[in-house]
């Protein structure tokens, strides 16, 4: 599998559990005590990319250079903030506004690994 499809898939994962996140802060908006929580991903594909380097090698025989980068996974985070009385940090418009850019997010993805399977197939089949 491409590292492109990896990261694509990864990418999905992260913005299939930020839906689930953001549906459980909304459930959660009158809970006493309740931590919003946040999904890390987006950060620590970052950090691998700019941490990673490996040189390509075009025989076996070849020395390998550096070390090939691993695609994270995401993580659910709890948020620290508390901004009412009772404890808890759940702002309903932040949430929903999250969930607009997510679903938005999650679309743009399946589209793109759409067309990177589209791609694969079109090169398996040829042009001809």
């Known amino acids: ?14 913005s299939s559990l930020r839906q689930k996140a953001i549906s459980n802060n909304i459930a959660n908006a009158d809970t006493p005590n309740y931590k919003p929580q946040r999904v890390s991903f987006e950060d620590m594909l970052q ?6 380097f490996s040189g390509k090698r075009t025989n076996e025989k070849h020395i390998a250079i550096g070390h090939g980068s691993t695609i994270p ?7 620290h903030t508390v ?3 009772n404890g808890n940090g759940v702002d309903l418009d932040f949430e929903m506004t999250e969930m607009s850019k997510n679903s938005l997010w999650y679309q743009s993805l399946a589209y793109g690994m759409n067309e990177e399977f589209n791609l694969l197939k079109m090169s398996i089949k040829g042009r001809g």
């Open 1 to 14: 599998m491409s590292q492109i499809i990896g990261i694509m898939s990864q990418a999905l994962d992260a």
């Open 47 to 52: 950090q691998e990319i700019h941490s990673s």
């Open 73 to 79: 996974s995401p993580k659910l985070v709890n948020e």
């Open 83 to 85: 901004m009412r009385n």
